[in-house]
C-alpha cells in the first residue's frame, strides 16, 4: 500500500455497537430520571405549588419523544441514520439549553417537549439501526444487552440529579444534559457507520410515508405487539410520573428516592442481560410472553398485597423490582417481535410502532399520575389492569398460541451490511 495512501477507519465491533446505541438511548434516561429529585426545586423556583402539575416536567417530556418519530422515521429511511441521528442529538442540546435558562414553568414545559421530541431520534435509530444489521433472536440479543447497559442509567440518575442539586440548582441538570448530547453527537459521528443499504433507501413524501405506515400498521405482528408494547410500557411511564409522590408523600421519606429508585431499576439491567443469554436458546415468543405473564401476575399480587396489609416502603420496592425484572424481559422481545417483517422499512416501523406506543403510554401514564391521591393504590391498580390488557392483545395476536418457537433466520451482521469505505 502506497505510505501517502489514508488509513482506513476500523470499523466498530459488536461490543462497541451495543455501548454506542445505549449510550445515545441513555439521553432519554437521563433527561427523565435526573430531574426527579429535583422537581420539588423547580416547583418552588417557578410557582408550582400543585405536586401533580410537577409532573409535566417529566411527562412533557414523554409526549414530546412520542410525537416526533413519525418524522425521525421516513428522513431515516431516505437520507440515512448518521445525518439524523447528529440532526437530532444538536436540536436535543440547543434545547436543553433552552430548559437551563426558563424563567417560567411554561417556557420549561415547551423546552422539554421540545427536547423529548428531538430525543425521540434516539429510540427510532437505535431501533432501525439493529434491525439494519440483525434479525430475529439475533436482534433481540443486541436490544437486550443495549438495554442492559442502558438501564444502568436508572439507577444512577436519580443520585446523579442529587449530587448536581448539592453543586448547583436545578438548572445544573440541564446544562449537563446539553454537555452528554455533545459527547453523544461527537462519538456517533466519528465512530457509528451508515447502516441503511442503498436498496432499502425510500423516497420522503406523503405517499412513500404513509404507505410505510400503512404496512407496519397492517401487519399482525407489528401492530399486536406495538399495542401490547403500549400497555406494558404505561406501566413504566405511570411509575416515572407517580415514583416521586409515593416515595416522598405517601411513605414520607423524599431522601430515599435514589436508594429506592436504584433498588428497582438495577434488578431490570440484570434482566437484560439475562434475556441476552437466554432468548437464542428458548426464543422470543417463549421468553417474552413468560416476562409479560410475570409482569401481570406480580402487579396483581401487589396491588392485592397493598389492599390487605399496611404497605412498608421497602415492600412497595421488593415488588416494583420484581414488576419491573419481567417488564425487561417483555420490552426488548416484543419491539422485536414487532419489527420482525419491517427490513425494508425498519425506520418508518420504528417510528410508527414508537409514535404508536409513546403516545398510548403518555396518556396511561398521564391520567394514572393525575389520578394520585395520596396512596399507591391508584398507581398499582393500573399495573395490573395493564398487564391484563397486554396478555389479551398478545392472545388475540397469536391467535390464541402464547408458547412456541419462532423461526431462526440467519443473523446478520456488522460486517455483512456496514457500507464501506466508498459508502458500497
Known amino acids: 500500500m502506497d505510505a501517502r495512501t489514508p488509513r482506513l477507519k476500523r470499523r466498530p465491533g ?8 445505549a449510550g445515545i438511548m441513555a439521553m432519554n434516561a437521563f433527561a427523565i430520571d435526573t430531574m426527579l429529585p429535583a ?8 410557582g408550582v405549588s400543585e405536586e401533580n402539575k410537577r409532573q409535566l416536567v417529566i411527562l412533557a417530556y414523554i409526549f414530546g419523544f412520542g410525537t416526533s418519530q413519525l418524522i425521525w422515521g421516513p428522513l431515516a429511511d431516505r437520507y440515512g441514520r448518521k445525518k439524523i441521528l447528529a440532526g437530532g442529538v444538536t436540536f436535543y442540546l440547543i434545547f436543553a439549553l433552552l ?27 437505535v431501533t ?7 434479525e430475529g433472536e439475533k436482534m433481540a440479543k443486541i436490544m437486550s444487552l443495549t438495554m442492559m447497559v442502558f438501564m444502568v442509567v436508572p439507577v444512577i440518575a436519580p443520585s446523579v440529579g442529587q449530587l448536581l442539586l448539592f453543586m448547583g440548582d436545578w438548572r445544573l441538570i440541564f446544562f449537563c ?25 425510500r423516497s420522503f413524501d406523503v405517499r412513500s410515508i404513509t404507505h410505510g405506515i400503512g404496512i407496519a400498521l397492517k401487519d399482525r405482528l407489528s401492530l399486536g405487539y406495538t399495542l401490547a408494547l403500549t400497555f406494558v410500557f404505561g406501566g413504566l411511564v405511570a411509575y416515572l410520573a407517580s415514583i416521586q409522590q409515593i416515595v416522598g408523600a405517601t411513605f414520607g421519606e423524599p431522601e430515599t428516592i435514589g436508594i429506592i429508585f436504584g433498588i428497582i431499576a438495577a434488578p431490570m439491567s440484570l434482566a437484560s442481560w439475562g434475556n441476552s443469554k437466554i432468548v437464542e436458546r428458548f426464543g422470543l415468543r417463549n421468553v417474552g ?32 423490582s420484581a414488576t419491573f425484572v419481567f417488564f425487561a424481559f417483555t420490552t ?10 419491517m427490513a425494508e422499512i425498519a425506520g418508518t416501523a420504528s417510528s410508527t410502532q414508537g409514535t404508536l406506543s409513546t403516545i398510548g403510554a403518555s396518556i396511561i401514564g398521564f391520567l394514572v399520575g393525575q389520578a394520585y ?16 390488557a397486554a396478555i389479551i392483545t398478545v392472545l388475540l395476536t397469536e391467535r390464541g398460541k402464547l408458547f412456541g418457537r419462532s423461526p431462526i433466520q440467519k443473523p446478520r451482521t456488522v460486517t455483512d451490511h456496514c457500507p464501506g469505505p466508498d459508502g458500497s
Open 14 to 21: 459488536e461490543r462497541e455497537i451495543v455501548l454506542l446505541l
Open 39 to 46: 422537581l420539588p426545586q423547580i416547583g418552588t423556583e417557578l
Open 99 to 125: 430548559a437551563a435558562v426558563a424563567r417560567d414553568f411554561t417556557l420549561l414545559i415547551a423546552a422539554r417537549f421540545a427536547m423529548g421530541a428531538s430525543g425521540a431520534v434516539s429510540r427510532v435509530m
Open 128 to 134: 432501525a439501526i439493529t434491525r439494519d444489521l440483525y
Open 177 to 201: 444534559l446539553a454537555f452528554y448530547a455533545m459527547v453523544v453527537l461527537l462519538w456517533s459521528g466519528w465512530r457509528m457507520p451508515e447502516t441503511l443499504k442503498p436498496e432499502f433507501k
Open 289 to 320: 410472553h413468560i416476562g409479560m405473564l410475570g409482569f401481570a401476575i406480580v402487579s396483581l399480587v401487589h396491588w392485592i398485597w397493598a389492599a390487605s396489609f399496611e404497605e412498608s416502603l421497602w415492600t412497595f420496592a421488593i415488588f416494583q
Open 332 to 341: 426488548a422481545n416484543f419491539g422485536t417481535l414487532a419489527m420482525d417483517n
Open 373 to 388: 391521591d395520596g396512596t399507591q393504590m391508584p398507581y398499582l391498580a393500573a399495573l395490573a389492569l395493564m398487564g391484563g
